[in-house]
Structure formats: structure tokens, C-alpha cells
């Protein structure tokens, strides 16, 4: 952190703004802890708002097939469930595991990061070792020596149709599969203060977002051929100096983007856009289940936020978190702070180090670092305490 | 031994001979090794040929279309008499056709555009040309007519237009070299060969694609993935829908070319794929001694009991009982299966008949009776129709064009002749087809076994490129089809004079395809012409400068991309002897991959990222990504 930021934090809290909306705590000192959860008296029905929740919750793990427990990434298909691993890919049909497919296979490698379905059943992996086109019986990996992709550790991917997107560590690649021919991005011909690409999506009709590690947002118009790039307004600070003022923070894991929100995740908190105005959340004054967010999904006028420290639903009027007691049960808070409801459930996600979720009509799988989960949509009623 | 004895040994020799000649089976004839006569042109004289590609019958049997590239034209026959009905002309290169299922209209693969074209065949003009692919090759609709499928030879896709419409709205991507389309009457899937390997490791044996698509759908289903396969060309569906068969080739490419006089460096054969349970065999064609060269087109009867295959090279036409594929096919386990692809003697349980055909029998159509099989001849310019009955020829349609031969026209059918070479194994065009090459690596014998492996390198406009051969130690391309192919690949005495002088116009003649990376008279894109300095730079990247032969444009100047001399780039692999090769040409350099002499890269970024580790073939090491794929852009362009 540097000496402006620590001054300007100190002289912040000296005038007694520390903790009004927008701030965060001075600088050495703990972040505040989220409001403690307060649990409605014994006996008394829980009055629970409308909202979607998830449950009867099955975990699969190596012991049901798939090749690693650690899952990086997963995506549903139209009709199988891909899972990413950091020792392989699995194509899942319901609950089982029908195929694994590795670097003896013709994966790039092991470690799968990201993943995009096609048209036609297959699916694009981003891996530590190129990216991958699994379709039918066929692996082809394109690798930064045999291909024009601009590095080999490649984070995220997105297919577009004609176009495949790839977020590396040294900028986006895109691959116009019917020429076979490859242009890069970087810093000499995008607006990218870092190339460390994290994520790319084609979920806009229009535009194409990436998310840059240290290189915030980034919106590709392929019409015009035009860059436009959204990055912290308080620079290189580790503070949010003022909320709302644009994206919270330029380490940016993830986008995407559904009914006119972009979701952009970061690790120090998560951003909205409607394309006029900035929204940011964080842990201590939102029902954001951890700052620390590995992943954005969104579904419908809502989005999952993947965080170290459990899942997260918002529709950017409510927010339900989803974690897992020590006991192995779980926990759904909606809400926060001192009006928030609870929900206890039998079954929990595996873990609260969540990396990717994906939902499909009423079903829900969570990417954790100890296994697949894979929940149902409840009846919060019906649940029990 | 006194005389009466030896009388007696004449005559009882004379007595087996004719005893033997009475034992052939009645209609089971080799391929012809007699040369057909042939009618030259005047020196200097042009001659309109067809070389009929492709056919189509119309559901009432009443009129045969014929696909005839060389005229870019497609013939409309009476199917009963031959009379020509039109000549319509399409595009610049047609190559296919399919008809539409229900109404009367017909589409065509031009096969230099990427276009296809929509024929009346009521007032037999060309209606409507929709976009597609980089060299459409193939063609064939969805049972309900609503959509057409076309294989894109260099594109490696396939488009799905919607025929409302006409738009292309959008591409699966296939294997290598996308070629031939057929569909299930049963269910719809369409099924798409490809002419080439996928890429493979060096020194592996090929994989090419037989590609499965629900029809209906609009979508992938499934690829096969044929391992030992290569050059898939015409396939097709059985009647009830559960069996699919491809015709492929089978290369021998890893064992040295000595195997020709052993019978063993390319076999020929089906891909036989059973719709039910998703099990594929490949079953030879060949018999021990005697081979099926390049088969070709496939055609399955009405009553689904037969599979005609023709032999491109062979010029005969083959029968197939299905019954006993299917019998030979399910008592088979896995190790049979397998085996199955690489038995010559197996064919004679399946094949009943191998009958001749014209010259290069390129196409098959058949009677909804199945009583008329329409056999196209590609170097006669001729259709027969044969009696399947008596597998005998009924008639023999004379498509109308000059009966005259140019000398390269000659020359292109010579090179596609399998009399040439031993036991009628292979013809120059089965190592190049399609005017072009198979992308495989060779060991040939005068370089040692197991030394000097060459890549096969495309024909296209290698007319001033000359020195030939990996090693250019062959100056001029009557060096390189004469003798030495002679005694090396054909294992025969080879051309004569006059057939050699027709092969080397022929060679002299084949034209590079339109490029789609920078079509005619379009300007570089920005990517190619910042590549274009890359190759042309005298400087790297920190200001030194690169001295002449470290620059692309050195070695590779001018639109053929070769100056036509030998050097060392550092490129010599363990098993070569010597380091120093012919600079390589770069036309349609996108389009014949691997690359090197020995084709260890399967892409052109591998030639620099991988294999130059010294910059001695060209300054690269400083080029950044986005640099080495401008260059990759660039050289795209020859």
C-alpha cells in the first residue's frame, strides 16, 4: 500500500468518515466484520422472501469418478454438466460421470480453468497448457508453438460462434475458426494496463468483455473494431475511496453479463453496471459472502458470486449466501445484517471456497475446493432448522 | 528324355493353361493393362473435355445430370437414350451435385469459389448461388429439403445453409479436407469423409475423420476417428439406414517404399460403419497381387443387398455382397476387426464381382429399380450404363465433347493410371490426389531405409520451381516422373517417352487454388502487411541488422516464394544425411500441411517456435506473438 493511500486513509479516519458508505477501515486495522447473523427466536417460523434458494445438496467427488476434488470450473450444456478439475475435465450426464478426458488424451493439460460449450455438444477448455476443443471423439489442443494463441496458461475462454476467445497470461487471443487464423490483444493494441487475461464472455449480444488482472474491465465492440476499458477511478489504492464511482477494483476475475448488467467480480469486492451507473459491494456492508470473488455468474436479472468464504445470490435487491456449517450442514443466510433471515438446511455446498457455480432451470452446481456440489431448487418452507 | 515324352510335357503344360483360363469366374476381370486408344489433339490445339466428376438421377429416372468441371458446365442426359437435354453453365469449377429431395432443383459445389449454385431443372439455368466455405467440394440436402450441407475442402467445415434463405447460417467444423456427403433415409444423419489426415505425431500412422451429422438438426453428432485411413472419398448410406460405407486408402507410409514390389504401400478399401451400434471396420478391397487402386465413388443398391465402389485407378468397378460384410463384420471380435483393415485375402469373402469400367470411373448412379447402374468415365468423356443383372454394359453415352486430347489432358489421365505400377498397386495420383498431395511423409528407398524421410509436397503450379525433390537432385520434372518413379514408386519400366513428355504437361499445367486469404486483386489486410515487413525486414526488433540469408524474402522471393536453391536452415533431423534442402515453393502454403522436409510440423508457427532454435531458417527468435502470427498471416497469403 502506498504512503498517499495511508495518508489519505488516516486523515479519512481523523475527520470521522471511516465507515460511512463507501469506506473502508483504516488502513493495518481488521476489516469489520460482517454483521454477526441473528437468528429468529426458537419456535418462530422465519418469514422468508421470494427468492430462489437451492438445496438437497449431493457432493461428487473423485470417489464417484470424477479425476480431481479440487474443481476449478464448471459449466452446464444443453444436455451434460462439464466439470473442471485440476487434474482433468469430466462430462457429466445427471449425477454421473461418463467421460474424463486428460493430457493422454490430447487435453493441454491437467489443470482445466475455464470452460465454453459449443454448438455441437463439445466444449472449449482453458487450460495450464493451451486450449482445447473437445468434440466427439476428437481433442485438439492449440498451444502458443503449434498456434497463434498469445500464451499457453490460458484462464478463461468463451465460444462466440465463429470467433473463440481466449483470456492468457499474455493477453486474449481470438481464433476465427473459419480461417484459422488468430489476432492478439496486449498493451500495444488494447487498452490493457496488465495482459494477465482472467476471463473473457460473449454473453452481450454485442460486445465482448474480459476481465484483466490489474487491467480492470474491458469491452470489445467487434463492429467498430473498438476498445473501451473500465478501471479502478482510485488507481493503484487498496481503498475504495469513494463507492459507486466506477469499478471497484482493477484485479478483476470475472464478468459477465444478462438483461443489460455487466457483473464484474474482483477480489476486493464486486461491481455492477447498467451502463450508466457503478455499483460496488463488499463484505461489511453488503450480504456479499466474502470480497474475495472468484467468479460471476449471471442468470436472468440475478447473478452467483462465487467468494473464499461462501456463494452468493444477488439480484441486486437481495442477497442470499449459501455456506456450510462446521457440521456439515448448511446455511443460508438472505439478507444481511440484523434483518437477515436464516435457513438451515441438512446439506451444504462441500466448501466455502467456492471457484465457479453454473445453473441450469432449477439446478445448481457449485465448483468447490472439496468436491462438485450439485443442489435443487427448495422449498424454503419446507426446509428444516 | 526321348521326343514323346517331351511332346507330352508340351502338350500337358498347353492342356493346364487353357484349364486355368477356364477356371477365371465368369465377369470377375482385372483392371485393364492394355492402354486404351487414345485420339491426340493437333499440337496447340485446345480440346473442351468434360471429365465428368460427379453424377445425379432424378427420382423418375428420366434424366441423369453430369458434373463436368473441366467445362464448367453440368449436363443434363435423357437417362434412357444419352441425348444431351442442356448444357447448363455453373461457376468455375463444379464438382458435385445433389438434387433436391422433392422439387425440381439441383445444387452444385464450385469447387474455386466459395460458392455453391442453385440449378432450375425446369428451365435448367443456374437460380440462385448461395456463400459457403473455401472450396466446396461436396453437396447434399436434410430429407425435408430445408437445409444444404456443403463439405469444404480448405476450410476443413461444413456449412449449413438454410435454402428459404440462402443464408450460410453457420459451419461444423469437420475433419481434414472435408469431401463427400451422404444421407440416412432412416433418420437423416449425414455423413461427411475428409481427404486427409488429422494432425498426427511424426512418424505416426494417419487419422482421418469420417464426420457425423444429425441432418435434421443442424448439428454435430459424432466423429469417427479412422485410424491407418486417409483420401476418404465417396461414401454412402445403406437404404435401411443402418450401415455407412466410405471409401478409403490405407497408406503404408511408415515402412520404406521398397514394400511396392512386396504389395504392400497402399491398400484400398471401406470404412463400414454400423449406424446401430457405432461400431467401424475397415475392409480391404484389394486381393493378394492384384489391387484396387484410389476406390472412389460408393453407391448402395435399392434393395440394400449390394455396394458398388469404383477404382479411380483401377478403372473396374466392384461389387460388395452385404450380407456377408455384415456376416464377416458381426462374427468378428475386436482383434479381427482390427485385423480386417490390413487382410488382402479377406476381400473374397465379400466381393462377388470386380468388373471393368472406363477409364477412371469417377461417379455411380443408379435406377430407383436398381436394374441401371450409370457408371461415369472421367478420361472418356463417356457414361456406361450397366445391366446389374448381368453386370454387363447396356450402353455407353457419349457426353459430346471434343474426342480429342491435349497433350496435359492425356497426361492427366496417365498420371492417374495404375498400369504403371507393380500389380496395378497405385497411379501418381494416389500419393496426389485431388491434383494436390495426401500429407503424409515417405521413406523412399534410394535415400536408405529409414533415412532421408521426405513430406509428399501438392503438384500445384510446381511449373518453374524446379530443382524437384527434397534434396533437389532432380533437375527438371521429367527427371522426377521418369526413371526415378519409375524404378522407386511404380516399380515398373514406367512411362514411355511420349506418355512421360504428357505427364510432365500435365504437372506443368495443374494451377494453384484461389487463395482465400487474399483473394484476387484484394489488398493485404493490416495483419498481412505488417507480416509482409516482418518477411521483408533487413533489421530485428533491437536494430541489428539481419544479414541477406536471414531474411524470408531471400530464400523465398517472388509470388512462387522460392529462389530455387538449396541451403541449410538447420533443419536436418537425425535421420537425414544431410542438412542441406531445396527451398522449398509456398503456393497455397496454407493448404499442405506438415511442413519441413520431413513434415514434423503440422502448423507454419511450428517451423520457427520449434525447430529454429539458431535463427538459421530466417531471424525469428525476437518476433513477439502478434509478430509470428502477422508473418503466419503473410505467408498465408501465397
Known amino acids: 500500500m502506498n504512503i498517499l493511500s495511508t495518508l489519505l486513509a488516516g486523515l479519512i479516519a481523523a475527520t470521522g468518515l471511516a465507515g460511512a458508505g463507501g469506506l473502508t477501515a483504516p488502513p493495518g486495522a481488521p476489516p469489520e466484520p460482517a454483521a454477526a447473523p441473528t437468528a429468529p427466536p426458537t419456535g418462530e417460523t422465519p418469514a422468508v422472501p421470494d427468492v430462489p434458494l437451492f438445496g438437497e445438496w449431493r457432493t461428487l467427488t473423485t470417489a464417484d469418478g470424477l479425476p480431481g476434488d479440487k474443481i476449478l470450473y464448471v459449466r452446464a450444456a444443453e444436455d451434460a454438466v462439464w466439470v473442471g478439475t485440476e487434474h482433468g475435465l469430466a462430462r457429466l450426464e445427471g449425477d454421473r460421470v461418463v467421460r474424463v478426458v486428460g493430457p493422454e488424451d490430447g487435453l493441454g493439460h491437467r489443470v482445466v480453468l ?16 493451451g486450449l482445447s476443443h473437445v468434440s466427439g471423439e476428437r481433442v485438439d489442443n492449440y498451444d502458443q508453438f503449434v498456434s497463434g494463441l498469445p500464451n499457453d496458461v490460458v484462464f478463461g475462454v468463451a465460444y462466440c460462434g465463429r470467433d473463440v476467445w481466449a483470456a492468457t497470461t499474455s493477453g486474449l487471443g481470438r481464433y476465427d475458426t473459419w480461417k484459422d487464423s488468430w489476432l492478439v490483444y496486449d498493451e500495444k493494441n488494447a487498452p490493457m494496463h496488465e495482459i494477465w487475461g482472467y476471463f473473457v464472455t460473449c454473453a452481450h449480444p454485442r460486445y465482448v468483455y474480459a476481465a484483466v488482472w490489474g487491467g480492470g474491465v474491458l469491452e470489445y465492440d467487434p463492429e467498430r473494431d473498438h476498445w473501451k476499458d473500465y478501471t479502478d477511478p482510485d488507481g493503484e489504492m487498496e481503498i475504495d475511496l469513494f463507492r459507486n464511482d466506477g469499478l471497484i477494483h482493477a484485479i478483476t476475475t470475472s464478468v459477465d453479463w444478462s438483461e443489460g448488467i455487466l457483473w464484474a467480480a474482483t477480489y476486493f469486492g464486486l461491481s455492477t453496471y447498467d451502463g450508466r451507473d457503478w455499483r460496488g459491494y463488499m463484505d461489511h456492508d453488503s450480504g456479499l459472502a466474502g470480497n474475495f470473488v472468484n467468479h460471476a455468474r449471471a442468470v436472468g436479472n440475478a447473478a452467483w458470486l462465487s467468494t473464499d468464504r461462501g456463494l452468493s445470490w444477488f439480484d441486486r435487491k437481495t442477497w442470499v449466501t449459501y455456506t456450510r456449517k462446521d457440521d456439515g450442514a448448511g446455511r443460508i443466510r438472505i439478507g444481511f445484517g440484523p434483518t437477515a433471515t436464516f435457513v438451515e438446511t441438512k446439506t451444504a455446498i462441500a466448501h466455502d471456497f467456492v471457484f465457479a457455480v453454473d445453473q441450469r432451470g432449477d439446478d445448481l452446481w457449485v465448483a468447490t475446493g472439496k468436491g462438485l456440489s450439485h443442489g435443487r431448487r427448495i422449498d424454503a418452507r419446507a426446509a428444516t432448522r | 528324355m526321348t521326343r514323346t515324352p517331351r511332346r507330352l510335357l508340351v502338350l500337358l503344360a498347353v492342356a493346364l493353361v487353357a484349364s486355368a483360363a477356364l477356371l477365371v469366374p465368369r465377369g470377375e476381370e482385372a483392371a485393364a493393362d492394355e492402354p486404351r486408344p487414345v485420339k491426340h489433339a493437333a499440337p496447340g490445339a485446345a480440346a473442351l473435355r468434360c471429365e465428368p466428376e460427379d453424377l445425379a438421377l432424378t427420382a423418375d429416372g428420366e434424366r441423369l445430370l453430369v458434373v463436368c468441371p473441366e467445362a464448367r458446365t453440368v449436363l443434363v442426359l435423357d437417362a434412357g437414350s444419352g441425348a ?31 460458392r455453391v449454385h442453385e440449378l432450375d431443372l425446369v428451365t435448367n439455368r443456374v ?35 438454410a435454402l428459404d434463405t440462402g443464408a450460410q447460417v453457420r459451419r461444423i467444423e469437420a475433419g481434414h479436407g472435408p469431401r463427400s456427403l451422404a444421407r440416412s433415409s432412416r433418420d437423416g444423419t449425414v455423413f461427411v469423409t475428409s481427404l486427409y489426415t488429422l494432425p498426427v505425431a511424426f512418424q505416426q500412422p494417419p487419422v482421418t475423420e469420417l464426420t457425423v451429422l444429425d441432418g435434421d438438426g443442424r448439428r454435430l453428432r459424432a466423429r469417427h476417428l479412422l485410424e491407418g485411413a486417409t483420401v476418404g472419398r465417396g461414401v454412402a448410406v445403406s437404404p ?23 504389395g504392400w504401400m497402399m491398400t484400398n478399401g471401406l470404412a463400414v460403419v454400423d449406424n446401430d451400434t457405432g461400431r467401424v471396420a475397415q475392409v480391404l478391397l484389394d486381393q493378394p497381387n492384384r489391387f484396387f487402386p484410389d476406390p472412389h465413388a460408393v453407391v448402395f443398391s435399392p434393395d440394400g443387398a449390394r455396394v458398388y465402389v469404383t477404382s479411380l485407378a483401377g478403372h473396374m468397378v466392384a461389387v460388395v455382397d452385404v450380407a456377408r460384410l455384415r456376416a464377416l463384420l458381426a462374427a468378428a ?42 457408371v461415369a468415365n472421367r478420361f472418356e468423356d463417356t457414361v456406361t450404363v450397366v445391366d446389374t443383372a448381368q453386370l454387363a454394359v447396356a450402353a455407353t453415352f457419349d457426353l459430346g465433347y471434343d474426342p480429342a486430347v491435349t497433350e496435359p489432358q492425356w497426361g492427366r489421365a496417365l498420371f492417374h493410371d495404375a498400369r504403371f505400377s507393380f500389380q496395378g498397386g497405385l497411379a501418381c495420383a494416389s500419393c496426389h490426389p485431388e491434383d494436390h498431395y495426401d500429407g503424409l511423409t515417405y521413406d523412399l528407398e534410394p535415400d536408405g531405409l529409414g533415412r532421408d524421410l521426405v513430406d509428399n509436397r501438392s503438384i500445384r503450379e510446381v511449373r518453374d520451381t524446379g530443382p524437384f525433390k527434397w534434396n533437389g537432385k532432380n533437375v527438371s520434372l521429367s527427371m522426377q516422373a521418369g526413371p526415378r518413379a519409375a524404378n522407386f514408386f511404380l516399380r515398373t519400366t514406367g512411362f514411355r517417352p511420349d506418355e512421360l513428355g504428357a505427364v510432365v504437361s500435365y504437372l506443368e499445367s495443374v494451377p494453384r487454388l484461389p487463395n482465400p486469404f487474399r483473394p484476387r486483386g484484394a489488398p493485404l489486410t493490416p495483419a498481412q502487411e505488417r507480416g509482409k515487413a516482418l518477411y ?27 529462389n530455387r536453391l538449396s541451403f541449410d536452415v538447420g533443419t536436418r533431423a537425425a535421420h537425414d544425411r544431410s542438412g542441406v534442402f531445396d527451398t522449398p515453393h509456398l503456393v497455397n502454403i496454407a493448404d499442405s500441411a506438415p511442413y519441413l522436409h520431413d513434415g514434423r510440423c503440422f502448423s507454419l508457427e511450428a517451423i520457427w517456435t520449434l525447430f529454429n532454435p539458431e535463427d538459421r531458417h530466417g531471424v525469428t527468435n525476437d518476433l513477439s506473438k502478434s509478430q509470428l502470427n502477422d508473418l503466419i498471416e503473410y505467408l498465408k497469403t501465397f
Not at chain 2, 448461388?129 to 472450396?135: L, M, N, R
Not at chain 2, 435401411?240 to 512386396?262: E, H, Q, W
Not at chain 2, 533487413?538 to 524470408?552: A, F, H, Q, S
Open chain 2, 240 to 262: 435401411d439406414g443402418r450401415l455407412t460405407v466410405a471409401a478409403i486408402v490405407r497408406p503404408r507410409n511408415l515402412v520404406p517404399m521398397t514394400k511396392v514390389a512386396g
Open chain 1, 114 to 129: 475455464g470452460i465454453a460449450p459449443d454448438d455441437d455438444g463439445g466444449v472449449w477448455v482453458a487450460t495450464a497448457g
Open chain 2, 127 to 161: 437460380s440462385r448461388s448461395f456463400p459457403a466455405g473455401v472450396s466446396p467440394r461436396g453437396v447434399v440436402t436434410d430429407r425435408a429439403g430445408r437445409t444444404l450441407y456443403v463439405a469444404n475442402a480448405r476450410s476443413n467445415d461444413v456449412s449449413v445453409i
Open chain 2, 333 to 374: 471380435d475386436e482383434e479381427r476387426l482390427r485385423d480386417l483393415g490390413d487382410d488382402l485375402g479377406a476381400s473374397r469373402e465379400y466381393v462377388t464381382n470386380r468388373f471393368r469400367a472406363g477409364p477412371s470411373p469417377s461417379a455411380l448412379a443408379l435406377s430407383a429399380d436398381g436394374a441401371r447402374l450409370y
Open chain 2, 536 to 562: 521483408e525486414r533487413t533489421v530485428d526488433n533491437l536494430g541489428r541488422p539481419i544479414l541477406p540469408e536471414g531474411r524470408c524474402v531471400h530464400c523465398h522471393p517472388g509470388p512462387l516464394g522460392t
Open chain 2, 84 to 114: 444431351r437435354l442442356a448444357e447448363i453453365p455453373v461457376g468455375e469449377k463444379p464438382i458435385a451435385v445433389a438434387l433436391h429431395p422433392t422439387e425440381p432443383r439441383a445444387y452444385v459445389a464450385d469447387h474455386r469459389s466459395e
